[in-house]
């Protein structure tokens, strides 16, 4: 059972059915799941001085998306796009280390590495999305704790901002697995280390009841799999904004 999870959750949104018959997605998430008190100073920094903002997403295979214009399609992608229409005259590039069925303690090492590349090199941001993989592998809660914290400060350390994102939900993955425990840990984690959490398993909980999107069919449909990933992608840049104080406005006027 498990070696079937790894294999297909890996497979990331790919897995999902079609999308309903309508004009489209409706991508609306409820505010309160877009809000965060936690600061993006570096990501602040990067766009009003250095007028480039370099960010990386750290992940597993459900960050990514294969088949036709997979890597365009990604919500990664999807940031980007976002964040240069929002950004205007500021230079936006999103790269991406993902590693498909690697738990979180594998991202580890490559954060305390960054500690050694120049300044210059260093993003202001790093998206850590964690915690599918070690709950198909049922790592312990407690350990799985103890990597987000190593990893979060080895991050801060660095001197870049950090951003948590949670699991994808997925109506037959919680009756398979206990996503509960992973989801409170990566939330404590962000509270104790005052980093935003982009909270991707609720608002894809509120998607599935809201109709936007049938999550649970076992019709596998690259479409739909390309318009979450764009709502994401769309969603992540506004908690984003917000999170560096930054309002759009002001630099379209500075141009």
Not at 29 to 54: N, Q
Not at 197 to 220: E, N, Q, T, Y
């Amino acid at each position: 059972m498990k070696a079937m999870l790894i294999g297909s959750m890996m497979a990331g949104l790919l897995a999902l059915a079609p999308a309903r018959a309508t004009d489209g997605p409706g991508c609306t998430v409820p505010a309160y799941l877009l809000t965060t008190e936690s600061k993006l100073p570096k990501v602040a920094e990067a766009v009003k001085t250095k007028k480039l903002l370099e960010i990386l997403v750290v992940g597993s295979g459900s960050s990514a998306l294969t088949g036709p214009d997979g890597v365009s399609a990604s919500y990664p992608a999807r940031l980007e796009a976002a964040l240069r229409e929002q950004f205007a005259g500021v230079t936006v590039n999103v790269k991406t280390d993902l590693r498909p069925k690697k738990i979180a303690a594998d991202a580890v090492g490559s954060f305390v590495l960054m500690e050694k590349l120049p300044q210059d090199q260093k993003p202001a941001l790093v998206i850590w999305q964690t915690g599918t993989v070690d709950a198909v592998r049922s790592t312990d809660p407690d350990d799985f704790r103890a990597v987000l914290d190593s990893g979060v400060a080895a991050l801060q350390k660095v001197g870049t901002d950090v951003l948590l994102i949670n699991l994808q939900y997925s109506p037959r993955m919680e009756t398979m697995l206990s996503v509960a425990p992973y989801n409170d840990t990566i939330r404590v984690v962000a509270l104790d280390h005052d980093v935003p959490m982009f909270d991707r398993f609720s608002i894809m909980r509120h998607w599935s009841d809201a109709g936007d999107f049938d999550l649970f069919g076992p019709v596998h449909g690259f479409a739909m799999a390309k318009q979450v990933h764009d709502c994401i992608g769309r969603s992540l840049s506004t908690m984003v904004i917000e999170a560096s104080g930054i309002n759009p406005a002001e630099l379209r006027i500075q141009r």
